[in-house]
């Protein structure tokens, strides 16, 4: 038998006991495919008097962290710490500096530092492999990486955060609004209680900036991400757009127009038609949908979030590293990643859906009428109904032709000013072919 | 810049011209994710003579295909010649015996002599690889080998025929019967002029014998397939699964009883819930679920065929190649991989579709409904219509609770040795969860 390869595992939360459990349960399985035994030697966490229900009596327990990369019975660390800085980058840093790869779960480590850590593994002979840091099992990054190799991608996009989507189905079919469902997810476990990072967006939004880096071969950019999350969603949001044939669902989105050398990437609730892939996606799944100039349109689809998913995916990259393979970060060596300008989104060309809450009384739809006119923003349907709003107040939701965005952030900055307003506007993107 | 990877590929047909223009379509991000320049050294067709659309001027013309992997300047073969056996084989062997690799699209020879091929390639230091062989452009295998690499998996199922998913979901929408779908499907090039391969099971069988192999880790047994095609379903087929809220697929399904150490692998059209992604996967598209232990159920979705798609499935293993990847051949060393008993399929316990054409008299349904309480078979529901058969023809569709498949098969044997038969009953069975 080939000689083991020895692992130091920093973390031990749910995806940490998940590793350990899934290496225990699979070895037989995990040793034939990745040629070797796989062993975990060391161990480090913040309590080490925790109750975590598994063995670590044959693990060494190491209290600096970030020391465990030095030592000679170590040739990978994985890193199931978290947090975008702090001991999560300290180790990464000191292990891929001592020329041991690293595999971690992190998306806001790879997000923030992704770049400067491929160059430092670059450096010395070893990689970082972060398959579980986006979608969950699913093995979008080896998907991408090496199974679209070939192709020229110019957009990828997919619903990136299971939590949202848990709450954005459970709102279709319950018919209920954000802030029940958030509070029934929290309580089953599926939303955190401070839900911030996935609610409003930055989760996906981490996510999405690490496929747009692999896809188009430019250097990671989380800064420029647009990002908007969910919680201005009503009930009425969801009904309108079922009427006119969408579900809505969050959605990271990237495009890479060429000509321009412009990268464009958002995280926003979108409408999607009813009868693509992404709109039947319910609960906290995930998919992601790459677009090859080639390939043509390929979708994965999987458990987004969970110890078990994610344990999947952290020990498919130690199986990856057992196996020699030391391949390119983001695809391709870290000098060819282009840095390229970000896309002016007032440019792109689309269909919105605007959602208005007005006080109901003659004259107020044919002021927004005249704003629309003003801005060049036509509407291909409109609907106003009381929509169980308070007494005195109307929802007005309506879906404009194609048009640029710019026109529609004209109409709601002047519609904004208007004494007939009774709540801020909200604006959601359809998704396009 | 590295040393280039010298290709000699043979076959020259749709996938091989689309291979071509892939690499020179995108050189330049092939290149860079390859780490090294892609160059085709030699060709090789049938005919010489004939016009593909591309220049062939750069490349060494080679007559004798199998001779091709004796050049110097040859690293590796890529073969689209097609058919089990022949030059494709003889081409493949001699490549693997002189230690290059072998690219191949050929379902069938893998399917029949991939163990084969397999042992040849580690023998020599070398490998074979097939991602073009299953679903088109989804990375399907390398999704399996490495993506899921950490995982048992017990099942896998999915639509391996972008022809029979066309013909099925235009039998859907329209409302077709299964022979005039078929003519238009051929006068679109969605279907051959001899369609037996695909509308007869046998490509999506040769599929499921490379999953099966790969998810299990058990040498490949295409022989073993249970094989039955859509030739046989009837408009009304279609219409009564909607009535009962399923959408009918030809599914490939495999799986293992790791107490029995025993494998079973059927082709056929299958129930499918309508909620359930596959059921709303339309036209010449491919679909693949593997369910792991930790991973749970990974869904793989796209291009199922096509000279771009299959093109993008190629030049990623190239790609792999080109970056030294020369991992096990269908996961684990050959010498790994069981050989098991094949599963009774009697012993199957699930629910089964049955439709029957009778005579329209009186006791004829008595008839039917004695024979399966002796078979001890239970309904769960029956329809019985005039679905616009022959006069003093009815048809009889019944969906049966769960229970053993052999009970199924002992009372179609009695049912058909009845005179009111006036056709063979059809089964198909549903797709459990």
Redesign the interface.
Known sequence: MNKPLNIALAGLGTVGV?VIQ??H??ED??T????RPIRITSVSARDRNKDRGVDLSNYRWVDDMSAMAGADDIDIVVELVGGSDGPALSLARSALSAGKSLVTANKAMVAHHGFELAQLGEGNECTLKY?AAVAG???II??LR???????IDRVYGILNGTCNYILSAMESDSSDFADVLSAAQARGYAEADPSFDIDGVDAAHKLAILASLCF?TKINFEAVETYGIRGLMAPDIRQAAVLGYNIRLLGLAEVDNDKQALFQRVQPYLVKR?H?LA?VIGPTN?VVAE????????????GA?D??T???V??D???LA?G?K??VF???CE?LREIIVAQSGDRIGKSYIRIMVADKPGVLAEIAAVMRDANVSIESLIQQDAGQKDGEALIAMVTHNGPESAITQTIETLSNSDNMVDDPMVMHILGD
């Open positions: 998940g899934l290496l349960e699979n399985i995990i034939k495919r990745a040629g398959e099992a699913i093995p080896k998907g090496d199974g679209a190799a070939g192709n020229r071969g009868d892939p039947n998919a090859g100039n080639y390939s043509g349109r390929l979708l994965f689809q999987g458990a969970g078990k998913p344990a999947s995916a020990v498919a130690i199986i990856d196996r393979d391949g390119a695809g391709m060596p060819q």
